[in-house]
T-cell receptor, first 115, second 113 residues
């Protein structure tokens, strides 16, 4: 059972609002990730972090930003939400080390709807 | 760019039958693969993994087969149960030592009672 938590689970918000999606893990993992997933579709990496004060953009361009001030916390922020941001956002974490430690453990996701 | 994809978007089986979910990958340098199960309203859950120096790995009721010659990965589920109904994704380590996963399109498995 993965100890990685995302809040809120569901968020409906108006265009132009600033939002922060929270992600926390209690496993002490160095690596954390954010994915965007549309219904029934594959996951696209939008941000990742290999440790405190380390953040990188993923393969899919995103207007969101992330920060990693603490090992266990990896929040994602949208400064001005738009309907095109409507999607599910999944957070994951993994250890550092050999290939087998690359297993990513996922939170339950935040389903965002921007009106 | 490199990609991981699935042959069949949906699979419907009878309870008790065996299920086979297929995945094609294009990055011949990929050295590690993972199968995930995603139930409705939940995040992906790890099922089984395999390194590129293996061609088969077994878990509890699941087996992953890797054919590097044709760059093909499959997940076999024995005695499929209604609780196995979910979307299944394969993922490959596309980042080398950076360990980034690239996910393929999912296959929806429906188990009929």
């Amino acid at each position: 059972e993965a100890d990685i938590y995302q809040t809120p689970r569901y968020l409906v918000i108006g265009t132009g609002k600033k939002i922060t999606l929270e992600c926390s893990q209690t496993m002490g993992h160095d690596k954390m990730y954010w994915y965007q997933q549309d219904p029934g579709m594959e996951l696209h990496l939008i941000h990742y972090s290999y440790g405190v004060n380390s953040t990188e953009k993923g393969d899919l361009s995103s207007e969101s930003t992330v920060s990693r001030i603490r090992t266990e916390h990896f929040p994602l922020t949208l400064e001005s939400a738009r309907p095109s941001h409507t999607s599910q956002y999944l957070c994951a974490s993994s250890e550092t080390g050999t290939l087998a430690k690359n297993i990513q453990y996922f939170g339950a996701g935040t389903r965002l709807s921007v009106l | 760019g490199e990609s991981v994809g699935l042959h069949l978007p949906t699979l419907s089986v009878q309870e008790g039958d065996n299920s086979i979910i297929n995945c094609a990958y294009s990055n011949s340098a990929s050295d590690y693969f993972i199968w995930y199960k995603q139930e409705s309203g939940k995040g992906p859950q790890f099922i089984i993994d395999i390194r590129s120096n293996m061609d088969k790995r077994q878990g509890q009721r699941v087996t992953v087969l890797l054919n590097k010659t044709v760059k093909h990965l499959s997940l076999q589920i024995a005695a499929t149960q209604p609780g196995d109904s979910a979307v299944y994704f394969c993922a490959e380590n596309s980042g080398g030592s950076n360990y980034k996963l690239t996910f393929g399109k999912g296959t929806l498995l429906t188990v009929n009672p």
